[in-house]
């Protein structure tokens, strides 16, 4: 019986500290394939705006679907909002709160 306990109480133990080393892992590393499908998307969006002079609408579904967006009920994964001026945000919304994963094309970055 001691035996027993022992060996539940050790296999919990592990998955306790599995998750939190997960959990505390860089998001370059969790998301790394958010984050490389953004980057592309990126390189599409830029593409688009060098050929067409403007960037998408942000409910243009055929073209943002061309791009590579994935439709996810009325919004992309990732969101995509433009001030239909000089600037855009892509945005993985999770369904808890974040961290987010945010590209803003005026600040060239991504938090």
Same mark, same amino acid.
């Given at each position: 019986m001691?035996?027993?306990?022992?060996?539940?109480?050790?296999?919990?133990?592990?998955?306790?500290?599995?998750? #939190?080393?997960?959990?505390?892992? %860089?998001?370059?590393?969790?998301?790394?394939?958010d984050?490389?499908f953004? $980057?592309?998307?990126?390189? $599409?969006? @830029? #593409?688009?705006?060098?050929?067409?002079?403007?960037? %998408? &609408?942000?409910?243009?579904w =055929?073209?943002? @679907? =061309?791009l590579?967006?994935q439709?996810?009920?009325? @919004? #992309? =994964? %990732?969101?995509?909002? #433009?001030?239909?001026?000089?600037s855009?945000e892509?945005?993985?919304?999770? @369904?808890? &709160?974040? %961290?987010?994963?945010?590209?803003?094309?005026?600040e =060239?970055?991504?938090r």
């Open positions: 001691k035996k027993t306990i022992l060996i539940i109480t050790s296999i919990l133990l592990v998955i306790v500290i599995a998750f #939190t080393m997960y959990w505390n892992l %860089p998001i370059e590393i969790t998301r790394k394939s984050i490389q953004g $980057n592309q998307l990126i390189k $599409n969006i @830029e #593409t688009y705006q060098t050929i067409n002079k403007k960037f %998408p &609408e942000n409910q243009d =055929k073209t943002l @679907e =061309k590579g967006f439709k996810e009920g009325l @919004e #992309t =994964k %990732p969101y995509y909002s #433009t001030n239909h001026q000089d855009y892509l945005i993985y919304k999770d @369904e808890f &709160e974040g %961290p987010y994963l945010l590209w803003n094309s005026q =060239k970055n991504g």
